[in-house]
């Protein structure tokens, strides 16, 4: 097994999940994850933690949905019970083809959504980790050869997070203060909102392996202005290309994208609140320094933002502040390393990718 | 896909287990069964049924028992949570390298056991079926091509499970009257055992796919005689070779094996119920005609009588009978095809693997 397998299950288990003797461990593997599942097993064995593992199986999944109907999706009342009694969850993503679920009408994806709620809610509330594995798949996506794409996961996850954490803690600490932010990129995007009482939050591998943003909820009638996201999303192997939105009290009022457009019209009608932003984060893991279109990573990109359209994130939100709730949470991204910056409170924090502490 | 992988699917969910809309179902599977476990998702969807998939990983397992304290093996909370809340269990057995966990020591796997008790008992409550998907690893262990295997694993499973239910009934019929019942078989088999008051079942496709046997339990203390088993036993990756085993009042008063005779040792060491049968079956599925070192089709065979150390089956032994219980119940078989025969009080009904209702 590659040496940098084992390094990889260690950091999720010591230092991401700080998983202890007896706690009880979900592990969510695809089976191009295998190396992976058997590290950390060793890892958690060592410990004295229980696991189990569940199977992400996209052929599987397609098959079940085609042949479901969509009002038979009731919730997994024995994935339930098992969450309800599990301490600790690790999600590995990406691995096989990402266009496996395709041609699932989106209607059946939304059903199954909503049936999951209430287990995700269940699993937010224990230790989770989200990471990757890097595959041939993924490196395919990547458009880079295997071992390049390896070399640059696993460089951006085996690093001195402390360090990490205390870098991204000098923009944590301006979102924390901050009133309004505003979003300048190229001729198209000019976003302000007000972060006014709401928390900056730091992330720096607890969650997400890799980490490596600042992150806080705007509050959510405040939205005002146009956005163009430089990057394509993809959503259940639905690649949205060049989305755009403009944002009026808070609300999206128009929008477009240059291919699946309607896949970007039905995450907006899913809910009130995914009309409604959710999320400003700002990527500073500058061990990723190319798109990968693998959203952990993409997100972490140093002069890269990102805006979630949908649900808020609690860690953000104080009691007695509006928060913005929505079945889905859907990142997308801008590309902030030319013609651009981010302003705070009429102070330019960022230029063109470099921030102000930077300098 | 291989058409015959659906059908598989459609028997397990259909016939085997009886699905019904909203059913919780739990599918353990090694990624080698892929295909049907996507098929049975598919099935799953008609039906309307909730499905989960563990994924089963021998170097998994493996590595996490090197790596673990035999006195850390408490029971999975979470997975008996799930347990408790599901309706159907599918466990596909065989796929992947059977020696996976030979290294692994015996306890080891005897603290998992222990501490896995309670899932179990909780699973035999549910509809449970065990099963097999044909892969080249499968193949290899029964030296066969995969093609050949294949066609003997299908065939044995898509028959008609009513004619092989009525077949088997006239063997069910006379267990279920007998008193005493004489296993012989060349020089060194002879045994006679008590199965008074105990109860004959009939396997034919609910709990194990194939299906094909007769069994029933015999009284503990009754069992007296030798018997030599003629196929090897694979335990946890250990062959055991030319088991021998001498019964004095029910209970094994000597042993030998050619190979692997302390894995042997270990079994019937287990706890008391270890050293007296708890099973006696007769195999009468004549689709299975090979030896495939899969125990699950070997016991099935036609001119096989298996008999199995450890705890009885429930369903055999009526409320006032004692039960043999242990935490082990392994299997071991013995060939009756030639210079063989099964006495029951009396009456010879079995002779050279042919059965006297079939003359």
Wanted: glycine fraction near 8%; hydrophobic fraction near 40%.
């Amino acid at each position: 097994m590659d040496e940098r397998v084992r390094r990889h299950a260690e950091i999720l288990v010591e230092f991401s999940a700080e998983v202890e003797r007896g706690d009880m461990v979900q592990i969510h593997a695809p089976k191009e994850a295998e190396d992976l599942v058997v590290a950390l097993y060793e890892q958690l064995g060592e410990v004295g933690a229980r696991p189990t593992t569940h199977w992400r199986l996209g052929p599987a999944s397609r098959a079940y949905s085609l042949a479901m109907d969509a009002e038979d999706y009731v919730t997994k009342e024995h994935a339930l019970a098992e969450m309800e009694e599990t301490d600790v969850v690790f999600l590995i993503i990406g691995g096989g083809n990402p266009y496996e679920t395709t041609d699932v009408p989106p209607s059946k994806s939304q059903a199954a959504g909503r049936a999951n709620k209430p287990i995700l809610e269940e699993r937010l509330d224990k230790r989770w980790v989200i990471t990757t594995h890097p595959t041939a798949a993924g490196a395919q996506e990547a458009e880079m050869s295997t071992a390049a794409y390896e070399t640059l996961v696993y460089d951006a996850m085996d690093k001195d997070w402390q360090a990490q954490y205390e870098h991204q803690a000098q923009m944590v600490e301006i979102l924390d203060d901050a009133e309004e932010v505003r979003i300048v990129s190229g001729e198209e995007t000019d976003l302000t909102m007000s972060v006014a009482g709401m928390r900056g939050a730091n992330d720096y591998g607890k969650q997400n392996m890799p980490a490596g943003e600042a992150f806080t909820s705007p509050v959510p009638d405040s939205v005002e202005g146009t956005v163009r996201f430089d990057k394509p999303l993809l959503r259940q192997g639905n690649e949205i290309v060049d989305a755009y939105l403009e944002f009026e009290g808070g609300e999206v009022v128009d929008f477009e994208a240059a291919k699946n457009e309607d896949v970007l019209e039905g995450i907006l009608d899913t809910d009130e609140g995914a009309r409604r932003l959710g999320e400003l984060g700002i990527g500073m893991n500058r061990d990723i320094d190319r798109f990968t279109y693998n959203m952990l990573f993409d997100e972490k990109m140093g002069d890269t933002v990102h805006l979630a359209v949908g649900a808020a994130i609690e860690e953000c939100v104080p009691g007695g502040m509006e928060f913005n709730d929505s079945a889905v949470h859907v990142d997308m991204i801008v590309d902030m390393s030319e013609d651009s910056y981010i302003e705070v409170d009429g102070d330019v924090v960022q230029r063109d990718g470099a921030f102000r502490f930077e300098e």
